[in-house]
């Protein structure tokens, strides 16, 4: 065999390793066709009356759009002045065995009121999870809107 020959059957089985790789990346996160999206609104709070590192305060805040909904429970410390805000975000489908992407979008709360600092994050829903990574718990980092993506 010449040299040229090795060189080709060489560059085809590297090219076919590495189309295989691609693609097999590209299946195991497929998640690209855009479902729905919402916010979460506030919903309700409870005075809980308790003094630090006790929560004095619980809100809660919900949203959902087609066959996907989300809640999140926020719980307030308060130190001096200054509160922290701790959530708990819990993100499925209605009837729980799907498998979806979700875009969570966080608004930064600086200990006196919220700043116009934004985050995204993304979380896998599988199907052996109740929620969205099993729940999605933050620290003055409190979710504002949700986008779902399903293959």
Same mark, same amino acid.
């Given at each position: 065999?010449?040299n040229?020959k090795?060189f ?9 390793? %590495?189309?295989f790789?691609?693609?097999? %990346? ?14 979460l @609104?506030?919903?309700?709070?409870? @005075? ?5 590192? @006790?929560?004095?305060k ?20 308060k130190?001096?002045?200054?509160v922290t +805000? +701790? ?11 799907g ?12 200990g ?6 934004? +985050?995204?994050?993304?979380y ?18 409190i979710? %504002? ?6 293959k």
């Open positions: 065999m010449s040229k090795k080709l059957i060489i560059i085809l089985l590297l090219v076919a390793v %590495v189309g790789s691609l693609s097999a %990346v590209s299946a195991s996160n497929g998640y690209s066709h855009y479902k729905d999206s919402f916010k @609104y506030k919903d309700s709070y409870t @005075y809980m009356g308790n003094k630090y590192p @006790y929560p004095y619980k809100e809660r805040i919900s949203g959902g759009k087609g066959k996907y909904g989300g809640s999140a429970e926020i719980y307030l410390y130190k001096g002045k200054k +805000k +701790k959530s708990y975000l819990r993100i499925s489908d209605y009837y729980g065995n498998n979806f992407k979700v875009s969570v979008k966080f608004r930064y709360w600086n006196y009121k919220y700043i116009n600092k934004y +985050k995204t994050k993304t896998y829903k599988k199907t052996n999870l109740a929620y969205a990574n099993g729940g999605i718990s933050s620290t003055n980092w979710p %504002v809107s949700v986008k779902i993506y399903t």
